[in-house]
C-alpha cells in the first residue's frame, strides 16, 4: 500500500472478510479430505496428480497462517513508514499555517472599499490556500485515526478561519454590488440578472452587520477607515433592499400586458409602460415614474401575477399529460378487435386532475382564466363519464358477443341480433380510432362518437332485456331450466345442433343424471 487508506483497507479486509473466507476453506478442506479417506478405505488408488493435490490440501491451511503472519508483519513496516511520512508531511502543514496567519493578519491592513478589485482578488487566492489546509488538516486527522495515533489539535487553523471570514465576506459582498448594481438598476428589463440580485440582497445586510461586529470586537480604532466605508455601503445597501422588493415582484414571470396596465394607470397619464417596448424598460426608469410611492401597489400586482401564472402553468401542466395518456389494449379473441386490459391509471389521473381543478376554481386569483378552467373541469368530466360508459359498453358488448355469435340465438332474436351487429361494428371501429389517435384528448374531443357510446349502451341494456325475457319464455314452457343460470340456459339453447355439448348440464337439469346414452 502507499497510502494510510490503502492500507486501512487491507487491514480490515484480512481482519474480517478474509477470516470468512478462511473459515469456508477450512470447511471444503475437511470435506475433501473425508472423500479422500473413503476413497483411501475402499483402497482405491490415487493417480500421481491427486496425491499432489492432495498434500497440498493438507498443507494449505498452514501456508495461508504463514502468509497472513507475513503480512501483517509487512503492514506493521509499512504502517512505520506511512507514518513517518506523514509526520515529515504535518511539519511542513504546520510551517504553511504559521506563515498563512501572517498573510491573514496583512490582508487586514485594506480598509478602502475602493480597492475592491484587487483585494478581492488577493482575498479569493487566500481563501482557496485556507480551504485546502483546512481539507489536509481533515485529512491528517483522518489518518491518525487509522494509525492508532494521538489526534493533532489544528484549533488553530480553525481560529483562522474564524478570523478571515467575515473580512473576506465583506470584500465578496463589495465586489458583488459593485460589479452588479449598475447591471440591476440600467439593464434592459429582460436582461436583468435576478438571480444574483436576490442573492445579494438576502445576505448583504447580514455580512456588513458581522464584519461590524467582528471589528468592534477585535480593536474598532485599528479600523476606523474601513468602519466608515461600511457606514457609507450600508446605506446603499438599505437603500437597494427597500427597492429590491419591487424589482424582484415586477420581474415575476406572470407579469402581462394587464399587470403592467394597471401599474401604469396607478402611475397616472404620463407613465404609460408598454408591454412592447419592455427592451427600453429599466428599474431606473421605473424609479422616475415614481414607482417607489406606489411600492405596495406595485408588489401587489406582481404576488397577483405569481398566482395567476401558477394557475395558467398548472393548466397547462395537466393539458400536456394528457396528450401523451392513452389506454392500454390488449386483442380480442376476435381479428381486429381489442378489449382495454385496465381503466386504473386513467382513472388514476383523473382522480389527481380533478383535485388540482377543484381548487383552481376556488382559488381567488383564476379570474384571468375563470372559463379556461371551467372549460378544462368540463373536458375532465367529459372524460370521467366517457370512461364510465366505455366501461359498461366493453362489459356488454364482451358479453353479448358469443350469444349472438350462435346461429340459434339470433335467429331467435333477429331484431337485436341486427341492432347488435350494428353495435358491434361501431364498437370495433370505436376501439381501432382510440388506438389510433394515442391520446384520450382526441377521443373526448369527438363528440359524435361519445354520443354513440351512450347510445349504445341504451340500445345494449334493450337487448339484454329481451333476451331474458327470451329465457324467461324458455323457463315457462321447461320449469327445470329455473335450477340453472342464464349462462348455462344460453349455453343450452345456443347448442340445439351438437346435443352433445348439452350433456355437461344435465346434472343441474335433472337430479341423479349425469350422462345420456
Excluded at 482575498?123 to 485529512?139: C, M, T
Amino acid at each position: 500500500p502507499t497510502t494510510v487508506e490503502e492500507q486501512a483497507v487491507l487491514e480490515e479486509y484480512i481482519n474480517g472478510q478474509m477470516k470468512t473466507e478462511l473459515e469456508s476453506v477450512k470447511n471444503s478442506v475437511i470435506s475433501i479430505r473425508e472423500i479422500y479417506a473413503i476413497l483411501e478405505s475402499k483402497k482405491i488408488k490415487l493417480i500421481q496428480d491427486d496425491q499432489k493435490k492432495l498434500w497440498q490440501l493438507i498443507g494449505g491451511p498452514k501456508e495461508v497462517v504463514n502468509a497472513k503472519t507475513e503480512m501483517e508483519n509487512d503492514f506493521e513496516a509499512s504502517r512505520k513508514i506511512l507514518y513517518k511520512e506523514m509526520t515529515a508531511e504535518q511539519m511542513k502543514f504546520d510551517l504553511e499555517v504559521e506563515s498563512l496567519h501572517s498573510t491573514v493578519d496583512s490582508f487586514e491592513r485594506y480598509q478602502n472599499p475602493m480597492d475592491w478589485k484587487d483585494v478581492f482578488q488577493q482575498g479569493q487566492d487566500l481563501n482557496d490556500r485556507i480551504s485546502k489546509l483546512v481539507e489536509k488538516a481533515a485529512v491528517y486527522n483522518r489518518r491518525e485515526v487509522l494509525l492508532g495515533k494521538k489526534i493533532t489539535d489544528y484549533s488553530e487553523l480553525k481560529t483562522l478561519v474564524k478570523n478571515f471570514a467575515p473580512l473576506f465576506n465583506f470584500w465578496r459582498i463589495v465586489t458583488d454590488w459593485e460589479t452588479g448594481r449598475d447591471g440591476w438598476m440600467n439593464d434592459s428589463w429582460g436582461n436583468i440578472n435576478l438571480k444574483s440580485a436576490k442573492v445579494f440582497n438576502e445576505e448583504c445586510l447580514s455580512v456588513l452587520s458581522t464584519t461590524s461586529s467582528f471589528l468592534n470586537n477585535k480593536n474598532s480604532k485599528s479600523f476606523q477607515r474601513l468602519i466608515k466605508g461600511i457606514d457609507r455601503l450600508k446605506s446603499e445597501f438599505l437603500e437597494f433592499a427597500n427597492r429590491a422588493p419591487i424589482l424582484f415582484a415586477l420581474k415575476e414571470p406572470g407579469m402581462q400586458p394587464r399587470h403592467w396596465e394597471a401599474i401604469s394607470q396607478k402611475l397616472g397619464r404620463d407613465s404609460a409602460i408598454s408591454p412592447t417596448k419592455m427592451h427600453d424598460l429599466t428599474l431606473s426608469k421605473l424609479l422616475l415614474l415614481g414607482i417607489e410611492t406606489n411600492a405596495k401597489f406595485c408588489i401587489d400586482v406582481g404576488e397577483r401575477a405569481n398566482k395567476e401564472f401558477q394557475i395558467q402553468t398548472s393548466l397547462a401542466k395537466m393539458k400536456d399529460k394528457w396528450k401523451t395518456i392513452e389506454v392500454v389494449t390488449k386483442p380480442h379473441k376476435r381479428p381486429d378487435y381489442f378489449l382495454v386490459a385496465s381503466f386504473e391509471k386513467v382513472e388514476s389521473e383523473l382522480d389527481e386532475d380533478f383535485a388540482i381543478t377543484s381548487a383552481l376554481i376556488l382559488n381567488p386569483f383564476k379570474a384571468p382564466f375563470a372559463s379556461e378552467v371551467d372549460s378544462w373541469n368540463d373536458t375532465l368530466m367529459t372524460m370521467s363519464n366517457l370512461i364510465e360508459d366505455w366501461r359498461q359498453l366493453q362489459f356488454q358488448w364482451n358479453y353479448l358477443q358469443p350469444i349472438f355469435d350462435s346461429g340459434d340465438i339470433a335467429r331467435q332474436l333477429p331484431a337485436e341480433s341486427t341492432i347488435f351487429k350494428k353495435i358491434d361494428q361501431f364498437y370495433k371501429g370505436f376501439i381501432l380510432n382510440v388506438r389510433q389517435s394515442k391520446s384520450l384528448l382526441t377521443v373526448v374531443e369527438n363528440t359524435e362518437m361519445i354520443t354513440q357510446v351512450k347510445e349504445s349502451n341504451i340500445e345494449l341494456e334493450q337487448i339484454q332485456k329481451e333476451l331474458n325475457n327470451y329465457l324467461e319464455v324458455k323457463r315457462s314452457r321447461f320449469a327445470r331450466f329455473y335450477f340453472i343460470s342464464n349462462d348455462e340456459l344460453l349455453s343450452i339453447l345456443s347448442e340445439t345442433k351438437e346435443v352433445e355439448n348439452v350433456q355437461r348440464h344435465l346434472r343441474k337439469v335433472f337430479e341423479n343424471i349425469g350422462r345420456l346414452e
